[in-house]
């Protein structure tokens, strides 16, 4: 269970201050904490080196949080993804999700839309909806995807819109789309993608193109 713990003084919220604690400590790549309802500490994902085991790994989080910020965190509430040996030099990993569809209904002044996305074999939906605007419905569909990637990743509130365009480059329109991973400061996300047919399947397809990345190291060991 997450301890409930208030704001701290410098303004940081408990997520931000436990963030930093684990960046720092040996072998840890990358670090997202979820934070539980009462602002405590829910989950802790870390993506940890190949050099260090996750056992170790998880014991320094649960040592470090308590020293520095006197919150006893549960083993089970950290989740360690250890890199392969050459994982560092690699390309960064793809995301194994697939774009199958989506489907748009109105009603009066209001859209929901939903975009279905494709791992071996299983179907993760996004739903979403909002005002009945040309504009505000490519935002609808890359909210939509962006939420059935946290479907596949068992997560609420990582993922966050912060614009979608679809200008013409040349010839061609492309969907470009700039998304925020909450948790990692700084951590500023984006994709494109070609318009073939369709502007809402390439906002989609721009979507998977940005969050590639932090798909595959979160998806590290998931089940």
Known sequence: MGARVEQRRDGKTL????????RRLRGVVSVRVEPD???GLALIHVLGQADRSPKLIAMDVASALSAELGVQV?????????????????????????????SVASLRNTTEVKVHLEDRGLLYEGVTSGPNTGRTRLDLVAEAALRAVEVFLRVAGLLILDAVSVPRVGEREVAVVVITL???????????????????????????NAVNRPVGWLAVGRP
């Open 74 to 102: 549960d083993p089970r509430q950290i989740r360690v993804a250890a890199m392969r040996s050459a994982e560092a030099q690699a390309p960064p990993p793809q995301s194994r999700l697939k774009y199958v569809g989506l």
């Open 37 to 39: 309802q009462s602002g």
């Open 182 to 208: 909450a948790g990692q400061e700084g951590e500023v996300l984006s994709g494109s993608s070609v318009v073939r047919e369709d502007q809402r399947e390439a906002v989609v397809r721009a979507v998977l």
């Open 15 to 22: 997520q931000q201050h436990a963030e930093e604690i684990v």
